[in-house]
């Protein structure tokens, strides 16, 4: 075991990616229910001021949307993987640079999750953090 106190940081930031765990096994949850035709799928501002009042459209991208949800969900369930692998990352050196690619990669399902992503790299910078995974600070 490597010396030191586990510095703060590494508790929101097992906190953060728990939050991204949950927010895209929703998201998988979601395009599975859109596959089976449980629910409707979503469109983009564009798609749907276009087909609004096109039915044959709207009914061709509904289609499309159905078809393409299995593997959007598989994707989303392999990210959700990932983020739950950084939740619970040992404290060894590249564990420390994992933090960082996780931390700047929550920024995009969402621009808004850069508020708490700025704040956590910014202390996952930090020489005690550095030293706590075992990296020359």
């Given at each position: 075991?490597?010396?030191?106190?586990?510095?703060?940081?590494?508790?929101?930031?097992?906190?953060?990616?728990?939050?991204?765990?949950?927010?895209?096994?929703?998201?998988?949850?979601?395009?599975?229910?859109?596959?089976?035709?449980?629910?409707?799928?979503?469109?983009?501002?564009?798609?749907?001021?276009?087909?609004?009042?096109?039915?044959?459209?709207?009914?061709?991208?509904?289609?499309e949307k159905?078809a393409e949800?299995?593997?959007?969900?598989?994707?989303?369930?392999?990210?959700?993987?990932?983020?739950?692998?950084?939740?619970?990352?040992?404290?060894?050196?590249?564990?420390?640079?994992?933090?960082?690619?996780?931390l700047a990669?929550?920024?995009?399902?969402?621009?808004?999750?850069?508020?708490?992503?700025?704040?956590?790299?910014?202390?996952?910078?930090?020489?005690?953090?550095?030293?706590?995974?075992?990296?020359?600070?």
């Amino acid at each position: 075991m490597l010396p030191g106190r586990r510095p703060g940081v590494v508790l929101v930031f097992r906190i953060w990616c728990a939050l991204f765990v949950a927010v895209y096994l929703g998201m998988g949850a979601f395009e599975i229910l859109v596959a089976r035709g449980t629910v409707g799928p979503t469109f983009g501002l564009l798609e749907d001021v276009v087909s609004r009042h096109d039915k044959g459209l709207r009914d061709r991208l509904i289609v499309e949307k159905r078809a393409e949800a299995p593997g959007f969900a598989a994707f989303v369930f392999a990210i959700a993987v990932c983020y739950g692998v950084a939740a619970a990352i040992p404290r060894k050196p590249w564990a420390w640079v994992f933090g960082i690619v996780v931390l700047a990669t929550t920024v995009f399902p969402f621009i808004i999750t850069a508020a708490g992503m700025v704040p956590l790299l910014i202390y996952w910078g930090r020489p005690e953090v550095k030293r706590y995974f075992g990296r020359r600070a």
